[in-house]
């Protein structure tokens, strides 16, 4: 069964920068497409950034895009979400999240099986 346990979220100030990390049961990471997704109080959840299988190719939302940076090291089944320039809308829990989506690039939660419990990113 694929276990995602994300890591990093915490309190920071507006321009500041978090790193998120998501680390994943071993049998299964590189044969998925890895993402973030946030979802803020009283909002639906939306898809912030997602890495292909090998890490060549990225995709990430228009708010995430110039700030945030998504990599991930499948020899440590590992994936992170590096959070610069912070505001205050990024204020959400953060999910890690894994599958294989059929339209990559759009990040749509429904395309992704397996999530983590979340991490919240607080932004003041």
């Known amino acids: 069964q694929v276990q995602l346990v994300e890591s990093g979220g915490g309190s920071v100030q507006a321009g500041g920068s978090l790193r998120l990390s998501c680390d994943a049961s071993k049998y299964t990471f590189n044969k998925h497409c890895m993402a973030w997704f946030r979802q803020a109080t009283g909002k639906e959840r939306e898809g912030v950034a997602a890495?292909?299988?090998?890490?060549?190719?990225?995709a990430y939302a228009d708010s995430a895009k110039g700030r945030f940076t998504i990599s991930r090291d499948n020899t440590r089944n590992s994936v992170t979400l590096q959070m610069d320039r912070l505001k205050d809308g990024d204020t959400a829990v953060y999910y890690c999240?894994?599958?294989?989506?059929?339209?990559?690039?759009?990040?749509?939660?429904?395309?992704?099986?397996?999530w983590g419990q979340g991490t919240q990113v607080t932004v003041s």
């Open positions: 890495i292909h299988r090998g890490g060549g190719v990225v």
């Open positions: 999240a894994a599958g294989q989506p059929r339209v990559f690039r759009r990040l749509y939660a429904d395309q992704y099986a397996y």
